[in-house]
């Protein structure tokens, strides 16, 4: 059964648009460091779930859908001392951190903003939308998850 998500990046770091001009637009989902993210993806996320690709920052918005296409594997990030998401404490016999790879499905012709989804009725229960919500991975409802492409799209 397909699971839906929402999953966080800086646009100045990956964006939505680095996504498209990756090979067959698809990308490992590496240098996620929160255990309860990091959980998600290791033990929740299957091949097939749908993602609401999200900018954190700069005019925060969902800007389009990506699908999983790749269940989790160690992020062999963690294993490179010159890469910024280096972990020590990780290694290739007892890795600590794991990612999963996406595949775009569709950018949006029309971002949808943090602070209309607060306004959209059928979203106030979207953890996006809890104060004090920060995980760069977190579950969506269907529901809330048409709603959104729905309003993208239009």
Request: with cysteine; net charge negative; charged share 30%.
């Amino acid at each position: 059964m397909t699971k839906f998500w929402l999953m966080k990046s800086e646009p100045g770091c990956f964006s939505i648009d680095d996504l498209a001009e990756s090979e067959n637009q698809t990308t490992p989902w590496d240098g996620v460091r929160n255990y309860q993210a990091r959980n998600f993806m290791r033990d929740q996320m299957e091949i097939g779930d749908h993602v609401l690709f999200y900018h954190s920052v700069k005019n925060p918005s969902v800007v389009g859908t990506a699908e999983v296409v790749k269940e989790s594997y160690p992020d062999f990030t963690a294993w490179d001392p010159d890469d910024p998401h280096f972990d020590p404490k990780s290694s290739e016999e007892n890795p600590r951190w794991f990612m999963v790879d996406i595949k775009l499905l569709e950018k949006f012709s029309n971002p949808v903003p943090l602070k209309f989804l607060r306004t959209v009725g059928g979203l106030e229960g979207m953890e996006l939308l809890r104060k004090g919500s920060r995980l760069s991975v977190m579950p969506v409802a269907k529901d809330e998850f048409k709603i959104i492409c729905r309003i993208g799209k239009e």
